[in-house]
């Protein structure tokens, strides 16, 4: 078995251990919100809409939140396959999770291929507040990024940005 694969099944029964635990507690106003069509088995079932802040081709499912408003927002990007972004900041920490293709990511205010890092499904990292990346989907890429909002993109060149 593979260590992502591993990984997966770990952190599935932890998580059942804590839903177990939090119900065989004594709150009765324990409550649990359940997205079975947003597993990333069924990505298909999502609705799908495309990002104003980034180069055509870019989707986001909004899970959790407003990533606009204060507060914990999650949401899901899709993109097509050799989907470029180029450098860019947000003002929070990000958590990301790939969980399909295979997404490259580096650090820095130029893309630099040569620095780039690349994450396949079941990778987790989490990119500090106002540090510059950009980013490459080698194939078609979902990745899952959860903060706490408000949250807003600015280009490191402004050129960049395709709201100008």
Request: glycine share 8%; with cysteine; charged share 25%.
């Amino acid at each position: 078995m593979s260590k992502s694969k591993s990984l997966y099944i770990f952190l599935m029964l932890l998580c059942g251990g804590f839903c177990s635990i939090g119900q065989a507690d004594s709150e009765p106003d324990l409550k649990m919100v359940m997205m079975t069509n947003y597993l990333a088995t069924d990505p298909e079932a999502i609705k799908w809409e495309p990002v104003k802040s980034a180069r055509r081709g870019m989707r986001m499912a909004k899970l959790h939140g407003d990533p606009q408003k204060p507060g914990l927002y999650i949401y899901r990007l899709k993109m097509p396959a050799a989907y470029k972004m180029p450098p860019h900041i947000f003002a929070e920490d990000q958590t990301i999770t790939v969980l399909k293709g295979t997404y490259w990511s580096g650090i820095g205010e130029k893309t630099d291929p040569m620095s780039l890092r690349e994450f396949n499904p079941g990778a987790f990292f989490i990119i500090k507040a106002n540090a510059p990346r950009y980013t490459w989907a080698r194939t078609e890429v979902i990745i899952q990024v959860s903060g706490m909002g408000p949250s807003k993109i600015e280009y490191v060149a402004k050129g960049d940005d395709p709201r100008n």
